[in-house]
């Protein structure tokens, strides 16, 4: 049952399995094409759906990248294509506003849409797929987050945050060549969510000692092993070197499969990420920029590992405590943040995120055990301290 972790990419796509953990497991997505020309299979993998129209979406960079050239080299094979492109010079938000544009291009003999991009244009043509019926195929343009295997698309509604339920892509086209044309803050971040995974893991290996709480050791070896090979190759993410931009894309999309095998985003998420998703809600209701999701998921992941060695004492035995001083030295060796501070994020709103991240969702993560020993206040004055410096009196 445990063959699951020896499969590429590709031959895992459409796989099911009984694990051991007692459930049966499936990775929804029909199709995973990773590599070196992977991008010349396209017309192959939409093979099904030259019935109507493909719409390709993509926005301003994308379209320069390969948005342009897949409408182009698909209507050469023979398929009605359409391009779409959000133009505009700031980044594009996923809010009311891209989400209604998007509805209004797809048309009623849409067969597909084809997204050329990463975390928002993915998010907008899952969420517009979901609601509409029409499946969508995703072209990775980044290896900056692992949403790409998702099933959620996190919006921005009336100006806050909420994630919506959606579905898979029909298929995930990673093509190391337009990978590598990422800019490299992408590929620091993608590396930083990946990181993370090392204190998710923690967590939900914690909860399971301490909870009961249900664990899959299939869907942690297949995150493990993923970031294991992202580890061995950390030094050569910022080289651009082949196999560590594909050991990264796999990982980010590894962890999107393992959280579909679980069925909720356990196995890629803890502590860490609700650190991230507290700095950026306060960012965005100060109407400010805030840092690209992995990036500060990675700096999380140093502080919660800081968060379980001062809680050494209290752990299970045998647990296997997360090293923040590995974790900042990997993430500096890719060029990655690796403090608060150097993300932009101030002293009081660290201070704050430390004591009020474990409300941003009810997940068990080492926040909780820190709080019903009632020692969370004194742990964020020290962890302040430590990355801040003394406040002079
Ligand atoms: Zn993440
Ligand atoms: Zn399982």
Wanted: glycine share 8%; proline share 4%; net charge negative.
């Amino acid at each position: 049952m445990d063959e699951i972790l020896n499969l590429t990419p590709s031959q895992m796509a459409g796989a099911s399995f009984d694990c051991s953990c007692g459930k049966r497991h499936e990775v929804v997505i029909r199709k995973m094409v990773m590599g070196r020309n992977a991008v010349h299979q396209l017309p192959e993998i939409i093979s099904e759906f030259g019935n109507g129209e493909v719409l390709v979406v993509a926005d301003s960079n994308t379209k320069k990248v390969f948005g342009e050239k897949a409408a182009k080299s698909l209507e050469d094979e023979g398929f009605r294509t359409r391009l779409f492109v959000y133009e505009g010079q700031c980044a594009l938000v996923p809010d009311e506003r891209a989400v209604g544009r998007l509805l209004t291009e797809t048309g009623k003999d849409t067969s597909l849409i084809l997204a050329v991009g990463s975390g928002t244009l993915n998010d907008l043509a899952r969420y517009i797929s979901s609601r509409t019926g029409i499946p969508y195929v995703i072209v990775c343009t980044a290896p900056s987050m692992d949403g790409y295997a998702s099933v959620v698309s996190p919006l921005i509604i009336e100006g806050f945050k909420k994630t919506f339920e959606a579905v898979y892509p029909y298929a995930i086209v990673a093509d190391l060549d337009i990978l590598k044309t990422s800019p490299p803050d992408m590929v620091k971040a993608g590396f930083g969510d990946i990181i993370g995974k090392m204190t998710a893991l923690a967590d939900w290996d914690l909860s399971r000692r301490l909870n009961g709480e249900y664990y899959c050791k299939t869907s942690v070896q297949l995150v493990r092993n993923a970031l294991d090979k992202c580890i061995s190759n950390a030094a050569g993410m910022m080289k651009y070197e082949d196999e560590a931009i594909l050991s990264l894309t796999e990982a980010l999309i590894f962890s999107g499969i393992a959280i579909g095998l679980v069925g909720n985003s356990r196995p890629a998420s803890g502590a860490e990420h609700h650190l991230a998703h507290y700095w950026e809600m306060e960012a965005l209701s100060h109407g400010k920029e805030h840092p690209l999701h992995g990036n500060s998921v990675g700096v999380g992941s140093v502080v919660v590992a800081m968060l379980y060695q001062f809680m050494k004492d209290w752990l299970p035995d045998g647990f296997d405590v997360p090293d923040p001083s590995y974790i900042k030295n990997l993430l500096e060796s890719a060029g990655a943040c690796s403090s608060p501070a150097s993300l932009g994020i101030d002293r009081v709103v660290f201070r704050n995120s430390i004591i009020h991240a474990m409300k941003i969702r009810p997940r068990y993560t080492v926040f909780h055990l820190i709080k019903d020993k009632g020692l969370l206040e004194k742990f964020a004055d020290e962890l302040t301290d430590g990355f801040y410096g003394k406040m002079k009196v």
